[in-house]
């Protein structure tokens, strides 16, 4: 896969990421287990957030182009993993708080707690 420019990947629609997806599971060689793992996290995203899924989605792909510039596949698979699963807490939000784009002390506090 040939490097794609931010201002591109942006514009990208979900099937079209989901696309450059696929084609970064078979250029790393990820087996079907570990695919079908991710797929039903960012389908899970996707079902509560279509907008967090796609942020997802298109870091996974920042990741994996900046880690195949400067590094060996098993850091670029781990750079890649960590894009896609790195809001996937998001899915225990409320929609309208991922919505809001005026934040107060209290709502940063809820986007930045984590029961774990």
């Known amino acids: ?11 990208l629609r979900l099937d079209q990421l989901n696309k450059l997806i696929e084609k970064i599971f078979e250029e790393l060689n ?53 894009g896609l699963l790195h809001d996937i807490g998001k899915t225990e939000m409320s929609v309208e708080l991922l919505d809001k784009t005026d934040f107060n002390e209290r709502d940063m506090n809820k986007m930045t707690y984590s029961p774990t």
Request: hydrophobic share 40%; with cysteine.
């Open 1 to 11: 896969m040939d490097i794609i420019p931010y201002s591109e990947i942006i514009e």
């Open 30 to 82: 990820i087996n079907e287990k570990e695919r079908d793992f991710f797929k039903k996290n960012m389908t899970s995203l996707a079902f509560h957030h279509v907008p967090s899924c796609k942020h997802s989605l298109r870091v996974a792909i920042l990741a994996y182009q900046v880690g195949k510039l400067l590094y060996h596949q098993n850091n670029v698979k781990a750079l890649f993993y960590s």
